[in-house]
Structure formats: C-alpha cells, structure tokens
Antibody, heavy 120, light 107 residues
Framework: EVQLLESGGGLVQPGGSLRLSCAAS????????MSWVRQAPGKGLEWVSA????????YYADSVKGRFTISRDNSKNTLYLQMNSLRAEDTAVYYC?????????????WGQGTMVTVSS | EIVLTQSPEFQSVTPKEKVTITCRAS??????LHWYQQKPDQSPKLLIK???QSFSGVPSRFSGSGSGTDFTLTINSLEPEDAATYYC?????????FGGGTKVEIK
C-alpha cells in the first residue's frame, strides 16, 4: 500500500525550530519528487516546498525561503522539512505529498498531516 | 506568481443536482491544472489531473475541462458523500499555487 506518514509536529515558541519527517512506503521513493503543503486552521492549502527525486533541485515559497529547508534521505525513504525562525503565521497542518510523475506535477498521494503550532 | 481564483466560494446543493466550480488563472497555464477534494479532518485527495484526466478510482460523476486560463470541475448528480471543499492547483510554474477553495454543502 502506498503510504506517507508525517511526524515531528508540536508546539514551539516563536523563533524556535522544528524538523518534520515524512516516512514513505509502497513506492520507489527515490524516483519521486515530493512536496510539503500546509493548511492554517480554517484556511486553504498553501504549497511550501518541493524537492526532486535525487534531491538535486529544491524550491520554496517566498513565505518560507531562507527559514525552511527541504531534504530527503532516499536510503531511509524519508522526506524532511527543517523549519527555523518559526513565526505565528507558520501555524498549520503540514502535509507531505508525492508528485504524480515528475517535479511540479499533480499530488497523487498525501499524508495524514502533522500539526505545528507556533505560540508563546 | 500565478494566482488561481475559484468561484463560487460556497455552494449549497440538493442531491442529484449538477455542480460546476470554476478556476481562473492569472496567466495561461496550458493544461497544468489539477483538482482535489478535501473532506473535514481529512487530507486532500486528487480527483482530476491535467485539467481533464480522471485520477484512478475517482467516480465518473467527477469531470474536468478547460485550458489556458479557464477551467471547470463538474460533479454530475451530486451524492451526499460529495460534501467537501474543492481546490484547484497549478503546476505550470513555481511557486506552485492553489485556489482559495469551494465549499460544497448538501441541502
């Protein structure tokens, strides 16, 4: 079964850091581009970051550029999002999503999400 | 950045009625437009990719059309389980963007 399982969310103070993980199973992870998408409480979807299957190219939304870093460990079938200098506006459910065939594609598989709350 | 404008934001519909949701892009994106369904407390699910291609396992009452800047998601004969928020998403260029969503309520 194709599955994505996020972890690492929680409560963090403004200015703090958090690292999210997304464990993939059921498909050839190293061949697939991946993204992080977030959803603030009661709001719509916002794309955050994407990475190519080999990790060679990365892209970021302007709202997180310079603060967040996407990476992957294909030997562990795991995607990461390192989040630094967190702000209240980063509070959201963070989903990892598999791109259908290539980088910048439809998202065909989504994880269940992990909640990040930035508050003092 | 390509802005996607969805309309309407909210729609209250009777079962078996037809639903039409539109998504307009701020510039031409070819057919790089995808549709998702999100039910409360669930992750989004892919319905339609590349404007009109149905994703595997999606009921045939869901269909998509359009190209360039104007796109449509149609739900023929709405079922009670179709109550959800629907989002469009463009993958033509970074940053990837989503429409604001259309909430469909069952009367």
């Amino acid at each position: 079964e194709v599955q994505l399982l996020e972890s690492g969310g929680g409560l963090v103070q403004p200015g703090g850091s958090l690292r999210l993980s997304c464990a993939a199973s059921g498909f050839t992870f190293s061949s697939c581009a991946m993204s992080w998408v977030r959803q603030a409480p009661g709001k719509g979807l916002e794309w955050v970051s994407a990475i190519r299957g080999d990790g060679g190219s990365t892209y970021y939304a302007d709202s997180v550029k310079g603060r967040f870093t996407i990476s992957r460990d294909n030997s562990k079938n795991t995607l990461y999002l390192q989040m630094n200098s967190l702000r209240a506006e980063d509070t959201a459910v963070y989903y990892c999503a598999k791109e259908y065939k290539w980088l910048s594609d439809a998202f065909d598989i989504w994880g269940q999400g992990t909640m990040v709350t930035v508050s003092s | 950045e390509i802005v996607l404008t969805q309309s309407p934001e909210f729609q209250s519909v009777t079962p078996k009625e037809k639903v039409t949701i539109t998504c307009r892009a701020s510039q031409s994106i070819g057919s790089s437009l995808h549709w998702y369904q999100q039910k409360p407390d669930q992750s989004p699910k892919l319905l339609i990719k590349y404007a009109s291609q149905s994703f595997s396992g999606v009921p045939s009452r869901f269909s998509g059309s359009g190209s360039g800047t104007d796109f449509t998601l149609t739900i023929n004969s709405l079922e009670p389980e179709d109550a959800a928020t629907y989002y469009c998403h463009q993958s033509s260029s970074f940053p990837l963007t989503f429409g604001g969503g259309t909430k469909v309520e069952i009367k």
